[in-house]
């Protein structure tokens, strides 16, 4: 059997409980935009996965991964406001959160910090997350 990966089993967990809250959908032009890659064409406010670190934190013959991730929120222009609208709403979304993730069990999922930031180039603003979590691979 093939095991599958850690990484996209928490991504797709995150997408399925992000998808049902109809208030950050709201905040968002009325529907989830998280992505993978910025979609070409589309105005913000969506979100992208940011770096994604994954590594090995095994126990007592339980295989386990402790994941360091990051989502960023791009704001509408010259709205700050809305990215950090949507990044608050993400977090209380997520933070110590219960998923659903297809071959693993989430462990834990927390909220390490949230950073507003403006590009000086492009004046763009945007918003980060950085999350922790620790997956354990299903029996």
């Keep these: 059997m093939t095991q599958s990966s ?34 070409r064409g589309a105005a913000p406010v969506y979100a992208l996965f940011g770096p994604s670190e994954v590594s090995d934190d095994s126990v007592d013959g339980a295989r386990r991964h402790r994941h360091a991730f990051a989502l960023t929120v791009f704001a509408k222009p010259g709205s700050a406001r809305s990215a950090l609208e949507v990044a608050e709403q993400i977090a209380a979304r997520l933070d110590e959160a219960d998923l659903t993730l297809s071959g693993h069990v989430l462990v834990l999922l927390r909220l390490k910090s949230l950073a507003a930031l403006r590009d000086e180039r492009t004046g763009e603003a945007r918003t980060t997350l950085s999350f922790e979590a620790v997956t354990e691979v299903a029996a």
């Design 6 to 39: 850690p990484l996209l089993a928490l991504r797709a967990g995150l997408l399925a409980h992000l998808s049902g809250d109809v208030p950050l959908a709201a905040l968002m032009g009325g529907r989830l935009r998280l992505y993978d890659e910025p979609p």
